[in-house]
């Protein structure tokens, strides 16, 4: 099997374990849950997760000791925007909107990955260079097919509602996350190369754990201490999403990331955790699920998975 094809099939898999973030979330809001708690613990929990499992998956806490040493401030800055910047908003947006609309909105970021590609330096014996890879224009259609299907699945549901500020909010904040994801995560794999998957996630997790215990912190002075539901269920996204699928994800990645378009193709495969929200949210949240704009937008988003990833 050719590694551009196994990436994009661990890139789906990541997807589905991905796609429990959002029916978790909503699980927790439906609840009364506190939306930073939400982002705080799933971190917090990430942290004894991930040290038990570094070593045997291959990791090595002194290699990533040394690749922070390198660059501190690089791995503290591109870290916040990877894990904080991408989650908090998106708990935030959970508070207001069904977990299968985040799944939606938060689509666009394939599209940001792509655009941010002419912003990664890549370091090689010190100096830094941009890579001599052209800009993968041809991939752009599919992009936009991918989120013409998003949008198809979300007209019905924004037909139905009264629009407040909360709404707008919500949508801004998932937007925010899309952008800081993917520059996040390339920009780490641009300064640390030679780490891999689970040593990124790791090395990430050490530079913001200060964050979250802060925003934990906050919480607690805002909200009170955690709901026990609260607390089972970011464990469950922890373990789900924050170690399974962000290995599988940053793995597949890793596997590709000198070749821009297949990047771009493993990145768009997380278009599937729309799908499998939407069928999570049917199953498990006893959502409706309506055949018309939505089921249509699935299909049309499916296709545009599939000719991105078998477009030469």
């Given amino acids: ?37 939400s982002a705080s613990l799933r971190f ?23 690749a922070i040493s390198r660059q501190p401030l690089s791995w503290w800055v591109w870290s916040h925007f990877c894990f904080v910047l ?3 908003p998106l708990c935030l947006a959970s508070a207001y909107l069904p977990g299968w609309l985040v799944a939606s909105v938060w ?54 509602i009264h629009i407040t500020g909360h709404i707008y909010l919500a949508l801004l904040a998932i937007l925010v996350g899309a952008i800081c994801y993917p520059l996040g995560n390339r920009q780490v794999m641009m300064i640390a190369p030679k780490t891999s998957g689970i040593e990124r996630i790791w090395g990430m997790l050490i530079c913001t754990t200060p964050t979250w215990l802060l925003l934990a912190g906050i919480s607690f002075v805002v909200n009170g201490t955690p709901s026990s539901k609260t607390v089972m269920a970011t464990f469950l996204v922890a373990l789900s999403s924050g170690v399974i699928a962000t290995a599988l994800f940053f793995h597949a990645t890793s596997m590709v990331f000198k070749n821009i378009k297949s990047l771009a193709k493993v990145e768009a495969t997380q278009a599937m955790e729309l799908v499998f929200s939407i069928i999570l949210s049917v199953i ?12 249509w937008g699935v299909l049309v988003i499916i296709v545009g998975i599939v000719g991105i990833s078998l477009r030469d």
């Fill in 1 to 37: 099997m050719k590694i551009s094809v196994k990436a994009i099939l661990i890139g789906v898999l990541s997807a589905f374990f991905f796609s429990l973030t959002f029916i978790f979330n909503e699980i927790i809001a439906n609840k009364n849950g506190f939306w930073l708690w």
């Fill in 107 to 160: 689509q666009s970021t394939i599209v940001c990955g792509v655009l941010t590609t002419p912003l990664l330096n890549l370091r090689v014996k010190g100096k830094t260079s941009r890579p001599k890879i052209p800009f993968p224009w041809q991939s752009l259609p599919w992009m936009g097919l991918i989120l013409a299907g998003v949008l198809m699945t979300v007209m019905q549901y924004m037909g139905t």
């Fill in 86 to 88: 991408f989650y908090v």
């Fill in 284 to 295: 498990v949240l006893h959502h409706p699920f309506s055949f018309g704009w939505q089921f």
């Fill in 44 to 66: 917090l929990w990430m942290v004894p997760m991930m040290a038990v499992i570094l070593v045997p998956l291959g990791g090595s806490f002194k290699h990533v000791k040394q």
